[in-house]
């Protein structure tokens, strides 16, 4: 069964969070749709724009973990996996030989454009029915509760008050 948003917000007790989750859950899926051609995924293409945003730093998976809030499991398959595509490379450290440094490859920077043209499809879908004032606002409005959770964040959920 098909349920949108709106549905949600008929029904009480109403929980933004819960709205929240069912459209970002839904933009991902979009994503991953429109990704599929390049054969990576939403999460793999926000690890390579991270990489190219710090290029000149040297990143290891630590930095990345906490980046996307992931768990070091998850971030290690997700780095394999773009490995095993060619868009990034393992090189060690050469200050820790422990360390193992990330950064993209030729080819992970040259599908930048194409990852970067599917994040513009994803605002006209997140954006289209709204004016430019509304976007503006909505910006406004996401960006401060980003702040808000970021000020208040504690391994991952809002501190205790």
């Known amino acids: ?5 709106a549905d949600l ?3 009480k007790p109403r929980h933004i969070a819960i ?7 839904k933009l991902t899926l979009c994503q991953n749709r429109l990704l599929e051609p390049l054969g990576i995924t939403q999460q793999q293409s926000r690890l390579m724009f991270f990489l190219h945003f710090h290029n000149a730093e040297r990143l290891n998976q630590k ?9 070091a499991a998850s971030v290690t398959s997700l780095i394999a996996n773009l490995e ?15 360390a193992k440094l990330i950064r993209l490859t ?4 040259d599908t930048l454009p194409a990852i970067d043209e599917t994040l513009r499809q994803m605002d006209e879908i997140v954006t289209g ?3 430019d004032e509304e976007k503006s ?4 409005l996401l960006l401060k509760v980003d702040g808000y959770i970021m000020e208040r964040q504690e391994n991952g959920c809002l501190k205790k008050s």
């Open 1 to 5: 069964m098909e349920c949108s948003a």
């Open 9 to 11: 917000c008929r029904k």
């Open 19 to 25: 709205l929240y989750h069912v459209i970002a859950h």
């Open 63 to 71: 930095d990345m973990e906490s980046f996307m809030h992931l768990s």
């Open 84 to 98: 095993k595509g060619g868009y990034v490379e393992r090189k060690t450290s050469e200050t820790d030989g422990r």
């Open 106 to 109: 030729r080819k992970g920077e």
């Open 129 to 131: 029915a709204l004016t």
């Open 137 to 140: 606002r909505m910006e406004e």
